[in-house]
């Protein structure tokens, strides 16, 4: 017996999580077996339990003993599916055929080496935007617009495979961030070291802006910092945003050199915990 899920109301990107969700829980199927019709059942049953909360445990008498013939998704979110397999096939992760059967086509579909590799569910995947966003969010609420729709773009970038792109924009990101704490250190002084520290700032490049920021940093707040907040704060804080400025520099100026794929990968995993250190900092200037 199967039974048809009412159309899902999600976002395109929340589509991809269940896919990529389906895609790693399955990515030991035989040949033979991964084609597009069973894997949008084996997404429709994620779809159950994630959207409309059916428990196969708690509901034994809506599941039969093979998963995939237990639900079917509408026939528009079939299509929905197909959509997100074809971003999947352009971003490498994904490729129409049998693995060792080259002249195999659609609607047979396999992992790439790469693909195996990044559908592995992680806390930061860029491959996983929905999921990526949705935990920033749950962690810092009021997180700031504009390093949103940077690190959108980064992500949205990193995919397409346009490195030096996502480099320059998660460069912004993190620079925007350091910039708020910047902001929230100088409202925490009085008002004549704050004159002054925005005169030394105010239109200044974004090294001397970090100098003048650490010089009364480590004088006036770091002594008074403890646990989590003073916990690899060097590396952390200053660090990353190093890191990724010099990533930023070396991509926006006419150099030739591209980023490498594993290193921006590997920041835009990192850049998460540089922003929630960022912002605890933020809430210890503001707090009385």
């Not at 971003?91 to 049998?98: C, D, L």
């Not at 008074?224 to 190093?242: A, E, I, W, Y």
Request: glycine residues 6%.
């Amino acid at each position: 017996m199967t039974e048809q899920l009412s159309p899902l109301d999600i976002s395109h990107d929340e589509m991809r999580s269940i896919v990529l969700e389906t895609l790693d829980h399955r990515k030991n199927t035989p040949a033979a077996d991964m084609q597009v019709g069973p894997l949008s059942e084996w997404i429709a049953t994620i779809a159950a339990k994630r959207h409309f909360k059916i428990d196969p445990v708690k509901e034994p008498d809506r599941w039969n003993e093979f998963w995939r013939t237990t639900y079917v998704l509408d026939p528009h979110d079939i299509v929905r599916v197909q959509d997100v397999l074809w971003d999947l096939i352009v971003e490498g992760i994904i490729r129409p055929g049998y693995a060792l059967l080259p002249a195999s086509t659609w609607p047979h579909i396999h992992l790439t080496d790469k693909g195996r590799e990044r559908v592995q569910v992680r806390d930061f995947s860029p491959y996983d935007p929905d999921g990526y966003f949705g935990r920033l969010s749950k962690a810092m609420p009021d997180l700031d617009e504009v390093v949103v729709t940077y690190l959108r773009e980064c992500l949205v970038t990193f995919r397409a495979g346009c490195f030096l792109s996502s480099t320059v924009t998660l460069g912004c990101a993190s620079e925007r961030a350091f910039l708020l704490l910047v902001d929230a250190y100088a409202d925490s002084l009085d008002e004549e070291k704050k004159i002054q520290f925005k005169r030394d700032t105010d239109g200044r490049p974004i090294k001397r802006v970090r100098d003048e920021f650490m010089r009364g940093f480590d004088g006036r707040v770091r002594p008074r910092l403890s646990g989590d907040l003073k916990d690899h704060l060097d590396v952390t804080l200053d660090g990353v945003f190093t890191l990724l400025r010099t990533m930023r520099n070396e991509a926006g100026h006419p150099t030739g050199r591209s980023c490498p794929e594993e290193e921006i990968h590997a920041s835009i995993i990192l850049f998460p915990t540089y922003l929630k250190k960022i912002y605890a900092l933020i809430a210890h200037l503001k707090s009385p």
